[in-house]
């Protein structure tokens, strides 16, 4: 396989950049890849990491991966890209210093495109339009779809909160009402992609609902732009907190890593279960935001991944002497999914995610927003 000029061999491992961008002063941006070919043939699995430059548990796993996994071992191809953001890598930022932007929202976007029908004729139209203009960062993103289009498996590791249990992220997957048949494709490739979720190991997050989903802009994440552009099975792993590296947290994911290629067949063997933390494989969970109705310091009473009763206490709200302001209720069967790092709160702050069992449908048209708004 030749990836932007990079060429694999089989029963090897073959290290490379790829030209990212040129600075102004002339040096350019590069992304470090490794590309490992087996000796059989196989699915092409791709692994990226550190697309935020301070999130760290990504870039850690892969590394131990590349150094662990034997070529000879290998059925088709694995590459792994272990820093997406190498200049944020530099210098332990979420953003490259580039582009001011979530790079992991500027991926090529799935979402069908409407343009309004003009009333008036404006010959610099299209100049005032940003969307004709992509910053580098999403040029290249761009042509990053060379290796989505090569790519049959893929999953990308971040970071979420520093007192949070690590999880992964599963995208709902949206159709084309009028595209024929797309809505039971889109439901075979929600199921394949739960089943490559469920083999990693990790509690399983449904990403947020539509409404959310899309106000973010999360269709144009690394796997969100994946799964409903490209059609694949991918997810999103979070590793716990940015800024620091946990070794429990890279072994499991390591684990989970090499629990995700047997899956596929890229490698043999039997799948592992993670026991480092606790692992919530009863339901597909949601996250809800759990916030505070005064000022004051926030004390969680039970950890992340304790499992609890709609109503029991999950968090305090006190004063400056430790009188008890407000008293923070599950709002449901589930458990603290993460906690921001502080303990400072004021009305209305989200001060952690709790996780609740999901009752949205998972396969959706893109077009749901007009449908609600009829409803309305």
Not at 97 to 114: A, E, F, G, Q, S
Not at 332 to 341: N, Q, S
């Amino acid at each position: 396989m030749e990836i932007f000029d990079i060429q694999s061999k089989k029963g090897e491992k073959v290290f490379g950049h790829i030209d990212m961008l040129e600075y102004p002063h002339g040096t350019k941006e590069r992304l470090p890849i490794c590309i490992i070919e087996g000796v059989e043939e196989g699915p092409t699995f791709l692994l990226t990491g550190n697309i935020h430059g301070d999130e760290l548990h990504g870039l850690v796993t892969l590394q131990e991966v590349i150094q662990e996994i034997n070529p000879t071992q290998v059925k088709g191809i694995v590459i792994i890209i272990p820093s997406l953001n190498p200049a944020g890598l530099l210098v332990m930022t979420r953003t490259p210093l580039y582009v001011n932007k979530d790079p992991n929202r500027l991926w090529p976007d799935p979402k069908p495109k409407k343009k309004p029908e003009l009333k008036y004729e404006d010959p610099f139209d299209e100049n005032l339009d940003p969307e004709n203009y992509p910053n580098v960062q999403e040029i290249f993103y761009t042509k990053f779809a060379e290796i989505f289009d090569k790519v049959d498996y893929f999953i990308d590791l971040h970071c979420h909160a520093i007192r949070s249990l690590p999880f992964s992220y599963l995208d709902r997957v949206y159709y084309d009402e009028k595209i024929e048949g797309q809505k039971e494709d889109s439901q075979k490739l929600f199921d394949k992609t739960k089943d490559f979720v469920e083999a990693f190991g990790f509690t399983l997050v449904l990403e947020g609902p539509p409404k959310y989903y899309f106000k973010e802009n999360l269709q144009r994440s690394t796997t969100g732009s994946f799964v409903n552009k490209c059609r694949k099975p991918g997810f999103t792993v979070e590793l716990g907190a940015s800024g620091y590296v946990e070794i429990d947290i890279v072994n499991s994911a390591k684990i989970g890593v090499f629990n995700a290629l047997k899956y596929t067949g890229n490698l043999e063997g039997e799948l592992e279960k993670i026991t480092s933390f606790p692992v919530l494989d009863e339901k597909m969970w949601r996250e809800v935001a759990i916030r505070t109705s005064f000022s004051g310091f926030f004390v969680p009473l039970i950890k992340a991944g304790e499992v609890v009763e709609k109503d029991t206490p999950i968090f305090e709200v006190r004063d400056i002497f430790g009188k008890i302001k407000e008293t923070i209720l599950a709002p449901g069967y589930g458990t603290i999914l993460g906690m921001w790092d502080d303990i400072r709160c004021y009305p209305n702050q989200e001060i952690a995610v709790f996780l609740v069992d999901n009752t949205i449908d998972v396969i959706l048209p893109w077009e749901y927003e007009k449908k609600e708004e009829k409803k309305d």
